[in-house]
């Protein structure tokens, strides 16, 4: 069983809608990281959170440590945010991916 | 998807010394990545591994402090040269262009450096 599970695998929306990316871990945690890749493959890295909720421009995303879950929005959705959205997790000396949610904003 | 053997997992290095880091992956990738994650911090791209030939840094990361090899479409190495211990991070490969059926990303384990 994957330790990090993201959801959906695929996502399309219409530009301008509201995204939700969901990440779920099965341990405890000291960090969680959002990532971004784009097809040319760089990851940039959008978030680091141990607790509570950081926003950035049109991003945010929320960590609830209680329940292992996480989630990215992102808000007012446009063309340039297709990408895969990945979620990693760090605890002890160890990092885990999820395996990414690809995301299809069309104009 | 490919799988990505990434050694060493750790290390603990004096400051002075240079430490290779080696992603072998189990089939042939397209592109590799070398990425940092310095304490407290997100990742960070240092440079893409080209196959036969030199590497593409990111700003802020050059050649002679990351040297880093790619000679062939299934291997890479990077070293981190004449460490202090602000070179003190996870540094982690990525791997893309496999061919698989997900969306063809996958990672290394990492590895965690300390220099002393």
């Known amino acids: 069983k994957n330790e990090v599970e993201q959801s959906p695998q695929n996502l399309t929306a219409q530009e301008g809608e509201f995204i939700t990316i969901n990440c779920s871990y099965s341990?405890?945690?000291?960090?969680l990281h959002w990532l971004q890749q784009h097809p040319g493959g760089g990851i940039v890295s959008l978030f680091m959170l141990s607790s509570g909720k950081k926003k950035h421009g049109r991003l945010i995303a929320t960590i609830n440590i209680q329940e292992k879950h996480s989630s990215l929005h992102i808000t007012a959705s446009h063309p340039r945010d297709s990408a895969v959205y990945i979620c990693?997790?760090?605890?002890?000396?160890?990092?885990?991916f999820g395996a990414g949610t690809r995301l299809t904003v069309k104009p | 998807s490919a799988v990505i053997s990434q050694k060493p997992s750790r290390d603990i290095c004096q400051r002075g010394t240079s430490l290779t880091i080696q992603c072998q992956v189990d089939?042939?990738?397209?592109?590799m990545f070398w990425y940092r994650q310095q304490p407290g911090q997100s990742l960070t791209l240092i440079a893409t591994?080209?196959?036969?030939?030199?590497?593409?840094?990111e700003s802020g990361f050059v050649i002679d402090k990351f040297p880093i090899s790619r000679p062939n479409l299934t291997f890479s190495t990077l070293t981190v040269s004449n460490m202090s211990p602000e070179d003190s991070s996870i540094y982690l490969c990525s791997a893309t262009g496999g061919g698989s059926t997900n969306y063809g990303y996958t990672f290394g384990s990492g590895t965690r450096l300390t220099v002393v």
């Open positions: 341990v405890g945690i000291s960090a």
């Open positions: 990693a997790v760090r605890w002890s000396n160890d990092m885990r």
């Open positions: 591994a080209n196959q036969g030939s030199e590497a593409t840094y």
């Open positions: 089939s042939q990738v397209t592109m």
